[in-house]
Nanobody
Framework: QVQLVESGGGLVQPGGSLRLSCAAS????????MSWYRQAPGKERELVAT????????NYADSVKGRFTISRDNAKNTVSLQMNSLKPEDTAVYLC?????????WGQGTQVTVSS
């Protein structure tokens, strides 16, 4: 059974940091491209960051470049998102995604709220 379980969300003040984690099981994690998406109320789901399966090359949305860092540990089947210098506009539900060919798996998401 495929599972993606996100953790690490919460309430943080502007300028603060959070680290999100996604624990994967039920599929060959190292064969999948992993991504973090986010969805704010009333807005479309947005791709935040992606890390490739083989070379671990990364890509980021312009809105988070220089502030967020995606990483993966293929030995532990986890992908993380380090978020620094958080802004109120980063408030959203953050979702973990695994993608390979026509297979795409999603977690349930973790809420991140940036507010003073």
């Amino acid at each position: 059974q495929v599972q993606l379980v996100e953790s690490g969300g919460g309430l943080v003040q502007p300028g603060g940091s959070l680290r999100l984690s996604c624990a994967a099981s039920g599929f060959t994690f190292s064969s999948y491209t992993m991504s973090w998406y986010r969805q704010a109320p009333g807005k479309e789901r947005e791709l935040v960051a992606t890390i490739s399966r083989a070379t671990s090359s990364t890509n980021y949305a312009d809105s988070v470049k220089g502030r967020f860092t995606i990483s993966r540990d293929n030995a532990k089947n986890t992908v993380s998102l380090q978020m620094n210098s958080l802004k109120p506009e980063d408030t959203a539900v953050y979702l973990c995604n695994a993608q390979r060919l026509y297979y795409s798996y999603w977690g349930q998401g973790t809420q991140v709220t940036v507010s003073s």
